[in-house]
């Protein structure tokens, strides 16, 4: 599992892992756009179902920009994760630089109120090297 999904961390019996790869294919180096598409593995090993709410981002640059993205849901979904179970999605991240990181939290609920927050391990964003 560690070697499909480098980073990982948990936060009250719930467990984020992630896998990044850089997209040469959608990056435009020209127009100083680089992108990457980013694998979530979220599992609950907790006794009882939780519910993920809402997603907060800090998206690093190279330079020390910073981007806050906060939302609702993962790609379109609040998924209910049951005990022993896991939900996976996949998304994507631009940088205007060919480096950068992000790391963050997700809203999630567990079978009686309050929210609690999941941390998501920081990861690099890092174009790959060419070897001349």
Wanted: negative net charge; hydrophobic residues 35%; charged residues 20%.
């Amino acid at each position: 599992m560690e070697s499909f999904f480098p980073f990982a961390e948990t936060t009250d019996g719930v467990t984020v892992r992630v896998t990044v790869t850089f997209l040469p294919e959608q990056s435009d180096i020209d127009s100083h756009r680089w992108f990457w598409a980013y694998h979530i593995r979220i599992e609950n090993h907790r006794d009882t179902p939780v519910q993920l709410l809402t997603r907060h981002w800090r998206i690093n640059d190279q330079h020390g920009g910073l981007q806050m993205v906060d939302g609702d849901g993962v790609v379109g979904e609040q998924p209910i994760i049951q005990p022993g179970k896991s939900h996976d999605y996949v998304s994507g991240c631009p940088l205007n630089t060919p480096s950068g990181s992000m790391e963050g939290y997700f809203g999630m609920v567990g079978s009686t109120p309050p929210v609690f927050e999941v941390r998501i391990p920081h990861f690099p964003l890092t174009e790959p090297t060419v070897e001349q």
